[in-house]
């Protein structure tokens, strides 16, 4: 699909200046119209590589913020592939492609693979965030947890020119009826400022979220266990400080502080399912310390983009996070050594620290400079654990994650540039480590925590990459490819549900990665005033990973074959009106899972684990200092073969609208979600826990968001 001029970028701009990847490969990137992508890990222009990326440049993903509110929700809002998102601080579920997103922020990893928290999509503030990057399709382009694609967020550059500079917004929020307990704010700044070589930039963001309300004009009910973004405060620091060693090389330090945390001014009144009635809330305390998280992040960067006639990086980085869940009395907490009267309150949380490298070489063959050519080492060690609060107790043991990894890439330009080859290979060592420890008390038959016995379980394998580049003409192109992606199964969820004596980690724990491979087709045309784009895709993962719920109502791990494909279309268009244009977007995706066991994949993924077929439609105008955008999102009705009937989806329509006009003090502009204040059940409520009468949630309805954007 979008492999060359992408459909959501307005500008086209290079990430860096042009590195020395060969004298023919500089000219062509410079001389480019395409995007520079930096999650591809080379800088050659996207069009050059058999892969589907879009960029959320930074007009289009700033218009969408000041629609939706936050990173994912806009990314959601654009792409028909991503998944419609649960409205709350979990993204658990929320997929691309059918399968889990790797989210990055500058190509660091967010995700904590051993427990995943699914709270990787907020760890910054998107006002730090220039633009977006989304590759498409499973790929180990950036490690582990890419099966259905990468999104990496890129914060904003360092200031260009001598002097300094300030960025503003300030921003409110309301819902459809006004209603003061819905009122919600935010104010950010980022000054920046150069001299010379050198240069630094420091800003701050904070964000107060009131009450969530539905098209009824009901109070949403909020997710007490998860995590709520609404009734909540976050804010957010960002630093960055350069220095430009020479004409080409530079080094870089940034750093980031983001906390999100609930305000638990509001507790949950279950719904009840069978009367079509969701859960709403009611004014009260919170059981516990109200949900939140907390991310920081330090990296370390050395460019050189002339080294021996090629360009050299080196990152490293830490990265630490803590997600705090919602308390209660739930079977799973009690031990009656602790509490014999079965009423014990807990609450967990994860805590996750990464640190890590990344070294690229990227070069033209002398002497072949059709031939570029990108050697690179990445080291991760990862070290989480998941613990209860209240009680101090371990329910997933502090584990030890570690993967190196050398990967090769090549690109091949022939027939100047009618057809292009392009593949690598990477090689993963990975290693995982846990010490002895006792499981919970709930987890055995006589209330006693089972000891289990450490281990240091691995695994290598290594993973392949390769597709074809097709331009017979101007404008027309094609492609086909195949990558392979990896991510291993929740061993938190594994190591914590253990239920039998004598168990050994190193003989329990099977820690085969979850392969997925990735075939792709897909055709470009760009003509005139048209630019249209499909591709058909298909994913596969003979031993997958998918949540299937207990009898205690937790998700725990299934390991089964999972097979996807899908077709994704785009169409963009000017119109004989001037200045207005208009889009189209749709996506179908089939999944199926072998549910019972007996090698044949007989059963529809459920919609914990696989999005709905969507319709986008948009109409832009931009004339002047003026600028619109009307857009609908139709998620489409689907039922689930092999799964309980009542986790059908009904579907539903959203409009959103946007109104910006250029004024002396900035830019004022006004966004509109649920434009129609429709009525809706959330994609997850409607598809998942069908039982539980606590987490049917209704979606938000008609919201007004007033901004200021103002540069100095």
Do not use: C
Request: proline share 4%; no cysteine; net charge negative.
């Amino acid at each position: 699909m979008h492999f060359g001029r992408l459909f959501i970028a307005s500008v086209s701009t290079l990430a860096f200046a042009t590195p020395a990847v060969g004298q023919d490969a500089a000219v062509e990137a410079a001389a480019s119209s395409d995007i520079v992508v930096t999650a591809t890990r080379t800088q050659l222009p996207a069009s050059a590589l058999p892969l589907t990326i879009d960029v959320l440049d930074s007009e289009t993903f700033n218009r969408q913020l000041t629609i939706s509110g936050s990173t994912v929700d806009a990314v959601s809002a654009l792409l028909p592939s991503f998944s419609p998102t649960r409205e709350k601080l979990s993204g658990a579920g929320e997929s691309l492609r059918g399968r889990s997103p790797l989210y990055a922020i500058d190509g660091i990893p967010q995700s904590t693979p051993v427990r995943d928290g699914s709270r990787d999509g907020y760890t910054i503030d998107p006002f730090f965030i220039d633009r977006v990057e989304v590759i498409y399709g499973s790929n180990a382009l950036q490690g582990i947890g890419g099966t259905g694609g990468v999104v990496n967020q890129v914060t904003v550059a360092a200031p260009k020119d001598d002097g300094v500079s300030i960025r503003t917004l300030v921003q409110g929020t309301a819902s459809g009826s006004f209603a003061g307990e819905a009122l919600g704010g935010k104010a950010a700044a980022l000054a920046g400022w150069r001299a010379g070589a050198f240069d630094a930039s420091i800003g701050g963001a904070f964000e107060r979220r009131g009450a969530f309300i539905d098209g009824a004009g009901k109070r949403i009910g909020v997710d007490g266990a998860q995590g709520e973004i609404q009734d909540s405060d976050s804010w957010s620091v960002f630093g960055r400080l350069g220095y430009d060693l020479g004409p080409d090389t530079r080094v870089e330090l940034v750093a980031n502080h983001f906390e999100l945390q609930g305000n638990g001014h509001y507790v949950r009144i279950p719904g009840d399912r069978t009367a079509g009635i969701p859960s709403s809330s009611e004014l009260g305390e919170t059981a516990g310390d109200p949900p939140s998280n907390t991310a920081d992040m330090v990296s370390f960067s050395l460019t050189d983009k002339n080294l021996v006639g090629g360009t050299f990086t080196l990152q490293g980085f830490y990265n630490r996070t803590r997600d705090l869940f919602g308390g209660d009395i739930n079977s799973t907490f009690q031990d009656p050594a602790i509490d014999p009267t079965g009423q014990l309150f807990d609450q967990s949380a994860n805590k996750s620290r990464k640190v890590g490298g990344k070294v690229t070489y990227e070069r033209g063959i002398p002497g072949f400079d059709d031939l570029v050519v990108t050697l690179g080492f990445d080291a991760l060690f990862d070290k989480t654990e998941q613990t209860l609060i209240q009680t101090g107790r371990a329910w997933v043991p502090e584990t030890e994650f570690r993967s190196l990894a050398p990967f090769a890439q090549a690109n091949l330009k022939l027939l100047d540039g009618v057809v292009r080859l392009a593949g690598g290979v990477r090689h993963e060592d990975v290693k995982l480590t846990v010490d002895d420890y006792h499981t919970l008390a709930s987890y055995s038959d006589n209330g006693t925590p089972i000891f289990v016995a450490g281990g240091s379980p691995s695994f290598s394998r290594t993973l392949f990459n390769g597709g074809v580049i097709v331009e017979p003409m101007q404008g027309l192109r094609a492609y086909g490819s195949f990558a392979e992606g990896f991510t291993i199964a929740d061993v938190g969820r594994i190591l914590r549900s253990i239920s039998e004596e004598g168990v050994d980690i190193d003989d329990f724990l099977s820690l085969e990665p979850v392969i997925s491979n990735n075939k792709e087709l897909g055709v470009e045309l760009e003509r005139g005033p048209v630019k249209a784009t499909a591709s058909y895709f298909w994913s596969s993962s003979k031993l997958g990973s998918r949540l299937v719920m207990n009898s205690g109502g937790i998700y725990e791990v299934v390991r089964a074959p999972v097979d996807i494909e899908g077709l994704e279309l785009n169409l963009k268009t000017q119109t004989p009106v001037p200045g207005l244009d208009v889009s189209f977007g749709y996506s179908h995706l089939i999944g199926k899972t072998d549910s019972d066991g007996d090698g044949i994949l007989e059963a529809d993924l459920d919609g914990a684990n696989i999005s709905p077929d969507r319709l986008n439609l948009a109409a832009d105008f931009t004339r002047g200092r003026f600028s619109a955008r009307a857009q609908g999102r139709f998620y489409l009705s689907r039922t689930f073969e092999g799964q309980p009937a009542d986790s059908a989806f009904e579907g539903y329509t959203l409009l959103d609208a946007y109104i910006g006009y250029r004024t002396g003090l900035g830019l004022v502009s006004l966004g509109i979600q649920n434009a129609l204040d429709e009525y809706y059940l959330t994609y997850d409520s409607d598809t998942v826990r069908t039982f539980d009468n606590s987490r049917y949630f209704a979606g938000r309805g008609r919201t007004f968001t007033l901004s200021l954007q103002s540069e100095f």
